[in-house]
């Protein structure tokens, strides 16, 4: 079974703070992860996908399949970071899962 | 190029009726897919539509149904809705399918008394 797991669903940091949304996977084959973010009022969207392995905004994520992890870092926050973070996989059968989501708020 | 649309933005509903929403995708994508986002479960796929049929289908009841048009304009459909169908349905297009970045309307808000 496919599943992804989002241990924390709030995140508070102060501005400059660096930052880690934890993402952790369940899947036997070989995935492909994304992160999607939904700021307030805005749409959801895709802000980065292991396989192109890009900085998009500051943010990084590693897949490592060893510890079937995604986290997702950021080395210094800033304020206009603060969003509902949802780590994502698409699996065999081609649907995205989801994780919960992680609210972020960065502090002034 | 004009985003993913989806109709109508709010809909109040009462117990046992049924409801269609609309999404149009962007132009030149062929797959739509269904979310329902709740507080409790978070974004739960429904299913994926490609060329008018049903490619992929999540674990919800057949009270939900969806159909995909020639010009790749979707609609789902839920009947004898319930309170616990009370969510904001987000429908999302891809060129393709597959790994192919999947692109979020603004989401239809359902409540249901």
């Known amino acids: 079974a496919q599943r992804v797991t989002q241990p924390e669903k709030l995140l508070s940091v102060f501005k400059g703070a660096p930052v880690e949304l934890k993402c952790n996977y369940s899947y036997s084959g070989s995935p492909e992860l994304f992160w999607y973010v939904q700021y307030s009022r805005q749409r959801l969207q895709l802000l980065l996908r292991?396989?192109s392995r890009e900085s998009i905004k500051g943010f990084t994520a590693d897949l490592n399949k060893g510890e079937t992890s995604f986290h997702l870092k950021k080395p210094f926050a800033q304020e206009e970071d603060s969003a509902m973070y949802y780590c994502?996989?698409?699996?065999?059968?081609?649907?995205?899962?989801f994780g919960k989501g992680t609210k972020l708020t960065v502090n002034p | 190029k004009a985003g993913v649309t989806q109709t109508p933005r709010y809909l109040i509903k009462t117990r046992g009726q049924q409801v269609t929403l609309s999404c149009s995708p962007i132009?030149?994508?062929?797959?739509v897919s269904w979310y329902q986002q709740t507080p409790g479960q978070g974004l739960q796929f429904l299913f994926e539509?490609?060329?008018?049929?049903?490619?992929n289908k999540g674990n919800f009841p057949g009270r939900f149904s969806g159909r995909q048009f020639s010009n790749s304009r979707s609609e789902m459909n839920v009947s004898t809705l319930e309170l616990g169908d009370s969510a904001l349905y987000l429908c999302a297009s891809v060129i393709g399918g597959g790994s192919d970045t999947q692109y979020f309307g603004p989401g239809t808000r359902l409540t249901v008394l």
């Open positions: 292991h396989i």
């Open positions: 539509y490609f060329s008018e049929t049903q490619r």
């Open positions: 132009s030149g994508h062929r797959s």
């Open positions: 994502a996989l698409l699996g065999g059968s081609e649907k995205l899962v």
